[in-house]
């Protein structure tokens, strides 16, 4: 396992970041979304989005291997997600680690770090994504019956809570 080290992000994390999150998202979703979504969701698209995000003063947790960023993680206040009234306070909206850092206990860190053992919350993930839903299950994650559809993917969400 390598040593990394968690920290709160900062505007000049944007570039790593979107880095994380594009590979992840490439390599979870690649064959489950079709070719032209990969047309408009590209490596700077992601970086652009995030030079916003961090720019507007939002904060995610950041993992760190050296000077590289190896994964990262961000909590929001619930909200509706697509018609759906929130079920806990906090969502987990964001929790990336590079594919090169699976199982290296960099995503358990984050989520630790982000949403503290036990710490009631709700996120939305692919219900066709059994990696990220074994993960979320041992973190005491658990669907609670609500789906949406992503109008932007068209793939079925599930509702995960604790």
Do not use: C
Not at 52 to 70: H, M, P, Q, T, W
């Amino acid at each position: 396992m390598s040593d990394f080290h968690i920290r709160a992000s900062t505007p000049d994390d944007a570039v790593g970041i979107a880095a994380v999150h594009w590979t992840t998202r490439r390599a979870a979703f690649g064959e489950l979304l079709p070719p032209e979504h990969w047309k408009t969701e590209t490596l700077g698209t992601r970086t652009e989005g995030w030079m916003r995000i961090l720019a507007a003063g939002n904060k995610a947790l950041v993992a760190e291997v050296g000077d590289k960023i190896v994964g990262f993680a961000m909590k929001n206040p619930s909200g509706p997600h697509l018609g759906h009234p929130p079920a806990r306070a906090v969502e987990l909206h964001e929790l990336y680690a590079d594919p090169n850092f699976h199982g290296t206990n960099v995503g358990h860190a984050l989520l630790e770090n982000i949403l503290p053992p036990g710490t009631p919350a709700q996120l939305w993930t692919f219900a066709s994504n059994p990696r990220a839903r074994k993960f979320f299950q041992r973190a005491g994650f658990l669907p609670d019956g609500v789906t949406a559809t992503d109008p932007d993917t068209g793939i079925l969400e599930v509702r995960l809570v604790r």
